[in-house]
Nanobody, 115 residues
Framework: QVQLVESGGGLVQPGGSLRLSCAAS????????MGWYRQAPGKQRELVAT???????NYVDSVKGRFTISRDNGKNTVYLQMNNVKPEDTAVYYC?????????WGQGTQITASS
């Protein structure tokens, strides 16, 4: 059984930092492309950051220079370091594991950037 369990969400002040974690089980983690998506109220889910099995990363323009995605294959965990968080980053953040023919999601964790 595949499980992706996110943690680290919560309330953060604008300009603050937060780190999300996603622990995976039931998959051969190291060969999966891992991603973080987010969905704000009334908006479509969007891809925030991706890290490939090679370690190459991609980011949506709105978070470049502020967010960093990383992975620890020994711990089967992917991280999203969020710095200089803005109110528009408020959303439910989802972890995703993807490989040809397979697509798995976490349950989501709420991030609220507000003073």
């Amino acid at each position: 059984q595949v499980q992706l369990v996110e943690s680290g969400g919560g309330l953060v002040q604008p300009g603050g930092s937060l780190r999300l974690s996603c622990a995976a089980s039931g998959i051969r983690f190291s060969i999966y492309t891992m991603g973080w998506y987010r969905q704000a109220p009334g908006k479509q889910r969007e891809l925030v950051a991706t890290i490939f099995s090679s370690g190459i990363t991609n980011y949506v323009d709105s978070v470049k220079g502020r967010f960093t995605i990383s992975r620890d294959n020994g711990k089967n965990t992917v991280y999203l370091q969020m710095n200089n968080v803005k109110p528009e980053d408020t959303a439910v953040y989802y972890c995703n594991a993807r490989r040809a023919g397979s697509d798995f999601w976490g349950q989501g964790t709420q991030i609220t950037a507000s003073s």
